[in-house]
């Protein structure tokens, strides 16, 4: 196994979240760099796209969270071999990441332009999206999106899926999940419920 090094903003979710998950459910020792935000505008320019996730492997540095949920899910066998399931896997990720960026649009407003914009999206995209992944899961089988077993679309859907029940964004109503795809709902509990990512936050809460 490869030297590696999660570097990622001190926080239990978002775009590094996944590859610490896949890495803890596959007993894979990693050094886990988490970065305070009074730190990060040094250390921006010094990453490839001035951005976190980066992942060091052996000392070489590769960026972009979807590639290095991809890298760690083949090492962590999270990552399907057939390759249509694996693009199977990957759209999800591509969608999830979509809405992130969607609603990262919105943080930068303020007040009534926040709002409106947050309602659109819950009415608008959110929803769709939500239907969208609930016909995916429901075409895999209910529990997992493929290969009947929990792969790194399902890590990452689950932390979308519970970002958006957490009731923190303002204006995106913390029923959105329950309303527009209970198998979504239902499919986070299988997640938090998985003996290696219950005992991984147990860990994190003490
Ligand atoms: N496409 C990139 C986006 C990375 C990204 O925007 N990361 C955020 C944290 S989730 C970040 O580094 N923000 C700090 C900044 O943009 O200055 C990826 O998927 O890794």
């Given at each position: 196994m490869p030297k590696l090094v999660l570097t990622y903003f001190?926080?239990?979710?978002?775009?590094?979240e996944v590859a610490r998950l896949a890495m803890h459910l596959a007993g894979i020792a990693f050094e886990d760099k988490r970065i305070a935000g009074k730190d990060w505008p040094a250390l921006r320019d010094s990453t490839p796209f001035q951005s976190l996730p980066v992942l060091e492997v052996d000392g070489k540095v590769i960026a972009q969270s979807n590639t290095i949920n991809r890298y760690l899910g083949k090492l962590a066998g999270?990552?399907?071999?057939?390759d249509w399931q694996a693009a199977r896997v990957d759209e999800v990720m591509d969608a999830v990441e979509d809405i992130i960026i969607m609603i990262g649009t919105t943080f930068a407003l303020e007040g009534e332009a926040k709002k409106k914009a947050r309602e659109a999206l819950a009415a608008g995209s959110i929803a769709h999206f939500l239907r969208q992944f609930e016909a995916r899961l429901k075409a895999g089988g209910?529990?997992?999106?493929?290969?009947n077993r929990l792969t790194v679309a399902d890590l990452k859907c689950y932390l979308l899926v519970r970002w958006l029940k957490?009731?923190?964004?303002?204006?995106?109503?913390?029923d959105i999940v329950d309303k527009h795809a209970p198998l979504l709902a239902k499919h986070l509990e299988r997640v938090e419920n998985h003996p290696a990512i219950a005992a991984y936050y147990a860990g994190r809460r003490k």
């Open positions: 001190d926080l239990d979710g978002s775009r590094g999270l990552y399907p071999k057939d209910g529990e997992w999106f493929v290969e957490s009731g923190l964004l303002d204006h995106i109503p913390a």
